[in-house]
């Protein structure tokens, strides 16, 4: 087993999320909390035991409630907040084993540094035919700031430096999954534009919400006057305002799984199929010729 590269500064992270909670901007709370509800409510199993982790767990697992009456719901995170049930880091997920028929995360694994060890952690805690659930940032989020910190920076400072997390795409995620162990896994991504009045507003957002830079490889060069000036002359010029307003990209990516069980349907084995597709079809089958 490789030791996973540490690309994030957790402590940083869970500093600058507990020292700017007041401050956080709400909407992608509230985008991911309304469509995660949303696909609880479809799902039949007999989910008795529900821990949700990340920011606005509290407000998911009270409005989960009306939902599932009988089920036990916890709620967590990895900075307190007044009515937390856990307190964890992602890394370090303390559920014994097979003890939860469903985990929900709410934003934090795109600052994971190890991902693959994080789900393999969540897929142990789950009982057979257990739920995990689970919102994350994708590769698309803030690909405006992006291009335009590499154009500031390679104008005015002759080179760059890391500024934004690489995020994991979304056509990445079914695969890692599968490598934690688990099965019949959904991969969807939902790609939202967020408009702001200047670039500082947006700057202000991604500090609330724990987004500002906190790659360990980051520069610590304090910004200055004539950076800042570059950076919003860059953004402006990849990305023209609308009305006098800037827009930023946010994809959000959710994720469904489930913990293997006997009573999930598999694929059915290759040359078992009991009726041809051509019959299905209602089409003609014709043999491939093979090269002599």
């Given at each position: 087993?490789t030791?996973?590269?540490?690309?994030?500064?957790?402590?940083?992270?869970?500093?600058?999320?507990?020292?700017?909670?007041?401050?956080?901007?709400?909407?992608?709370?509230?985008?991911?909390?309304?469509?995660?509800?949303?696909?609880?409510?479809?799902?039949?199993?007999?989910?008795?035991?529900?821990?949700?982790?990340?920011p606005?767990?509290?407000t998911?697992?009270?409005s989960?409630?009306?939902?599932?009456?009988?089920a036990?719901l916890?709620?967590?995170?990895?900075?307190?907040?007044?009515?937390?049930?856990l307190?964890?880091?992602?890394?370090?997920?303390?559920f014994?084993?097979?003890s939860?028929?469903?985990?929900?995360?709410?934003?934090?694994?795109?600052?994971?540094?190890?991902?693959?060890?994080?789900?393999?952690?969540?897929?142990?805690?789950?009982?057979?035919?257990?739920?995990?659930?689970?919102?994350?940032l994708?590769?698309?989020?803030?690909?405006?700031?992006?291009?335009?910190?590499?154009?500031?920076?390679s104008?005015?400072?002759?080179?760059?430096?890391?500024r934004i997390?690489?995020?994991?795409?979304?056509?990445?995620?079914?695969?890692l999954?599968?490598?934690?162990?688990?099965?019949?896994?959904?991969?969807?991504?939902?790609?939202?534009?967020?408009?702001?009045?200047?670039?500082?507003?947006?700057?202000?957002?991604?500090?609330?919400l724990?987004l500002?830079?906190?790659?360990?490889?980051?520069s610590?060069?304090?910004?200055?006057?004539?950076?800042?000036?570059?950076?919003?002359?860059?953004?402006?010029?990849?990305?023209p305002?609308?009305?006098?307003?800037?827009?930023?990209?946010?994809?959000?990516?959710?994720?469904?799984?489930?913990?293997p069980?006997?009573?999930?349907?598999?694929?059915?084995?290759?040359?078992?199929?009991?009726?041809?597709?051509?019959?299905?079809?209602?089409?003609?089958?014709?043999?491939?010729?093979?090269?002599?």
């Open positions: 087993m030791t996973p590269p540490v690309i994030f500064d957790r402590s940083l992270i869970r500093h600058r999320r507990q020292r700017w909670a007041r401050s956080a901007p709400q909407f992608l709370n509230e985008i991911i909390i309304a469509d995660l509800l949303a696909r609880l409510a479809i799902v039949n199993r007999p989910l008795t035991r529900i821990a949700a982790h990340g606005g767990s509290l998911l697992v009270n989960l409630k009306g939902l599932r009456t009988t036990a916890y709620a967590s995170d990895s900075v307190p907040f007044d009515g937390a049930a307190l964890f880091d992602e890394e370090a997920v303390p014994a084993a097979e939860l028929s469903g985990f929900i995360k709410l934003l934090g694994l795109e600052s994971v540094n190890d991902i693959p060890g994080t789900l393999a952690q969540v897929r142990r805690s789950l009982a057979p035919d257990g739920l995990f659930l689970a919102a994350t994708g590769g698309e989020t803030l690909t405006e700031l992006r291009r335009a910190w590499l154009a500031a920076e104008h005015v400072l002759g080179g760059t430096s890391p997390a690489p995020f994991v795409h979304v056509r990445e995620w079914g695969a999954l599968q490598r934690a162990g688990f099965a019949l896994p959904v991969v969807d991504a939902d790609r939202r534009i967020v408009r702001y009045p200047d670039l500082l507003a947006l700057m202000r957002d991604l500090r609330g724990g500002a830079n906190a790659l360990l490889a980051r610590r060069r304090p910004m200055t006057r004539r950076l800042l000036t570059g950076l919003m002359e860059a953004y402006a010029a990849h990305v305002p609308e009305d006098g307003r800037i827009s930023a990209t946010f994809e959000i990516i959710y994720l469904t799984a489930w913990s069980h006997e009573s999930q349907p598999k694929p059915l084995r290759p040359g078992s199929a009991a009726k041809r597709l051509a019959d299905a079809l209602g089409v003609k089958e014709t043999p491939l010729k093979r090269d002599e």
